[in-house]
């Protein structure tokens, strides 16, 4: 047995402390300093700070001068799934994959390494579920003939052996949380455990080039179960999120050390696993038939790709007391920003309304290309006009009533033409040189010429 020492590491952010105390100096969290047992020879190598590639190397080497061994990408064959990723899988590279539980990560897994085992070795460990369970599960996928191998263990140790026996390509575990090592002696899912097992899978990847998806648990407040640390470990993290009560999933980029991140791909729930959705602006923008007051369509930007969404909006008188501002899926202190910004430069007060918006499908939007459409939604609610259905709107607000320029103009128009819109409300900083076939589009400097134009189309 190697000696070990005691530390004190953050459940929150992974700080450690020689000595208990009650709150984490780092992050300023209460009661959440856990004793960790860390093995001296661990320390020495860097494991315990956390860091997953345990660089021994003492020379120096001049960047121009670094041979690229060729890494080939491994392809999930799930399109949504390799865009997300930034084209693939990396040789050696460890991928996390978070979400709710019955968000769909083993459903999305299974199905992943069904379609690598096609021609590459794929082991996919489970410490949750049965082997007759995963059995049911690819039965109703309709992938129970293919090769992929299964085994279910908790322990990590039995996990590397595997590895170093069967030398697969990718290995899913399903769970980091419930994976406990024998160099630790607290319980699995403890904030030492699950760095000490990702530590441990870490280092086998970059030692043997083998692929690890590891599953991770998702606490009610969104954050990665177990210590922060594990993000830093890693080399992509992605979230698979549901939208409460929707069929539809969102595969999120957080985190990728080979690619753009916020990529987004979207997935619906069937009975028979998860599909991917080809063309998702299509199903954010099931409407209704009649054009209704508060609506109104915008391009939002996703990782690479144009994405319509329909912003909606209420505004109603106030119901006693202070007015309300709330935003689903929108930043609530720019909806209020957006209020004063129009009331300064276009007169128009909501002071006494509640106004209250939303984008339809449960997609959050966090790109500042969706504020006229926000403010537009919530005027034709507040006049009770609806504006027509062939109407798109986008660009970003300034304080002092200017609507500025959003990255990626052309290529928002485009997806507006490609949909069969045939009017458009964007920036004057993004002027085209040539005109969009089929697409009547209004340049606006500002908020006011904005509404004018608004105004025009509703009396037109
Ligand atoms: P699962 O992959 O087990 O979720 P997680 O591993 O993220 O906890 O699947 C979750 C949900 O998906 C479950 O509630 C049932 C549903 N589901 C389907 O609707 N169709 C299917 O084909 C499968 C396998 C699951
Ligand atoms: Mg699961």
Known sequence: MVKSKVLFACRECGASYPKWQGQCATCGEWNCLEEVKVSQKQKKSGVAAGVGFSGSGTEITRL???????????????????????????????????????????????????????????????????IQQIASRAIRLGISDREVQLATLTDVGHVISLVEHTKPTVVVVDSIQVMHSDEIESVPGSVSQVRE????????????????????????????????????????????????????????????????????????????GLREVANPSAIFLERTTEPTAGSVVTVTWEGTRPLLVEIQALVDDVQGG??????????????????????????????????????????????????????????????????????????????????RPVPNGQERLREVQKHGFTRAIVPLANKAKKPFAGVEVSYVPTLSSALDVLNEILTG
């Not at 177990?226 to 539809?248: N, Q, T, Y």
């Not at 007015?323 to 209020?339: E, F, I, Y």
């Not at 129009?342 to 939303?358: E, K, P, T, W, Y």
């Not at 290309?369 to 507040?382: E, H, K, N």
């Open 197 to 272: 097992c990702a530590s441990e899978l870490t280092q086998l990847a970059k030692q043997t080039g083998t692929i690890f998806v590891l599953i991770g648990h998702v606490t009610k407040e969104g954050n990665l179960a177990g210590p922060k640390v594990l993000e830093h470990m890693i080399d992509c993290f992605v979230m698979l999120e549901a939208p409460i009560g929707s069929r539809f999933r969102m595969l999120r980029g957080i985190k990728n050390r080979f690619g753009a991140v916020n990529e987004l791909g979207v997935f619906a729930m069937t009975d028979r």
């Open 64 to 130: 121009a001068e670094v041979k690229l061994e060729s890494s080939q990408r491994i392809l999930t064959h799930i399109h949504e799934f390799d865009r997300v990723l930034g084209g693939g899988l990396v040789p050696g590279s460890v991928v996390l994959i978070g979400g709710e539980p019955g968000a769909g990560k083993s459903t999305l897994l299974i199905q992943m390494a069904s379609e690598i085992a096609r021609d590459l070795g794929c082991v996919y460990v489970s410490g949750e579920e049965s």
């Open 322 to 403: 202070y007015p309300r501002r709330v935003s689903v899926g929108l930043d609530t202190q720019r909806l209020a920003m957006h209020l004063a910004i129009m009331h300064r430069h276009c007169g128009i007060s909501l002071a006494d309304q509640d106004v209250f918006a939303n984008v339809t499908g449960g997609i959050k939007v966090a790109e500042t290309a969706v504020d006229l459409a926000t403010l537009i939604a919530v005027y034709s609610s507040f006049r009770n006009r609806a504006l027509p259905h062939d109407l798109v709107v986008f660009g970003e607000l300034g304080l002092t009533g200017e609507i």
